[in-house]
């Protein structure tokens, strides 16, 4: 039964609609070293949505840029390439990610709002530690749960089981999750990120994000995706059937060298950055 499940799983990751041409010509522009402002101003002007929310978020207080930001190439030299190739990709998957999921116990929107959350605690946590690419942190926040999208149905189908494991066998959701189903969302989100050729190391965090000790490519990044959902549903954003189930890995906190102290702090300037809607790219 479960080979059956993961055959349909896997079918319906094949299924899934690649990246839009744009986003792909976005990131493509973003990462070339040869690329300029001007060009990336010519790909984001042809989409009205991003145009208009790339202005909204220079022209925030977050920036504080002293004069109005009335062009795109003005916007993209104060946001940087990082920045908005992360509100391209944001904007990309808002749909897909704003979708009620009731194996989850997920409203609509619960698992986008609770995905930004977590995206804007990894990018504050990637700082915070020196992490090289904090946008990369960020995209790995954003998109940690996407597995979720496809797993829903099978969750929600085997809801009673899964929940008796929680509370009967004293597991986590995510451990039920893989013994009823013969994997998790962690791991099909994994062959998402395969399938719109991420990188690696982003493939990783999404697919590790739970289990950071089992990373190889770059364990930082993963514990860093790693402590902002645990971050994330320690604060009860959005939270749903899974989310009082997790807790800080002793690896990833080793990684990132912090101690449980430094938890406290980072969970008190997540409610700060939460609390200020300018954070929120979209």
């Not at 009731?102 to 946590?125: H, K, M, N, P």
């Not at 893989?178 to 062959?191: C, P, T």
């Not at 982003?202 to 739970?210: K, M, N, R, S, T």
């Not at 200020?276 to 790219?281: G, I, P, R, T, V």
Request: overall charge negative; charged content about 25%; glycine content about 6%.
């Amino acid at each position: 039964m479960k080979n059956i499940r993961l055959k349909h799983i896997i079918a319906k990751v094949k299924d899934m609609p690649i990246l839009p041409s744009r986003l792909n010509r976005i990131i493509a522009i973003t990462e070339d070293p040869d690329s300029t402002v001007g060009d990336l101003e010519k790909e984001i002007l042809l989409d009205q949505s991003l145009t208009s929310k790339i202005l909204r978020l220079a022209n925030s207080a977050h920036y504080g840029y002293p004069r109005k930001i009335n062009t795109i190439s003005q916007a993209t030299i104060l946001l940087g390439f990082q920045t908005i190739k992360s509100m391209a990709l944001a904007s990309a998957v808002n749909k897909m990610m704003s979708r009620e999921l009731r194996g989850y116990a997920l409203g609509e929107s619960d698992l986008w709002t609770q995905s930004q959350t977590c995206a804007i605690i990894s990018r504050y946590i990637a700082k915070d530690v020196g992490f090289d690419n904090p946008e990369e942190a960020y995209i790995g926040g954003l998109l940690r749960d996407i597995g979720k999208t496809i797993l829903n149905y099978y969750v929600e189908k085997e809801y009673n089981a899964i929940s008796n494991r929680v509370k009967f066998g004293k597991m986590s959701f995510l451990k039920a999750e893989e013994e009823i189903l013969g994997f998790n969302h962690a791991q099909i989100g994994e062959k998402i990120a395969e399938k719109w050729n991420f990188p690696e190391e982003l493939v990783e965090a999404i697919g590790l994000h739970h289990t950071p000790e089992k990373s190889t490519k770059n364990p930082t990044l993963v514990s860093i995706v790693h402590i902002a959902d645990s971050i994330t549903m320690m604060m009860g954003i959005s939270i749903g059937a899974d989310g009082l189930t997790y807790r800080f890995s002793p690896f990833a906190l080793q990684q990132l060298d912090y101690e449980p102290k430094d938890i406290e702090h980072l969970i008190s300037q997540s409610h700060d950055l939460i609390i200020d809607k300018d954070s929120f790219n979209l």
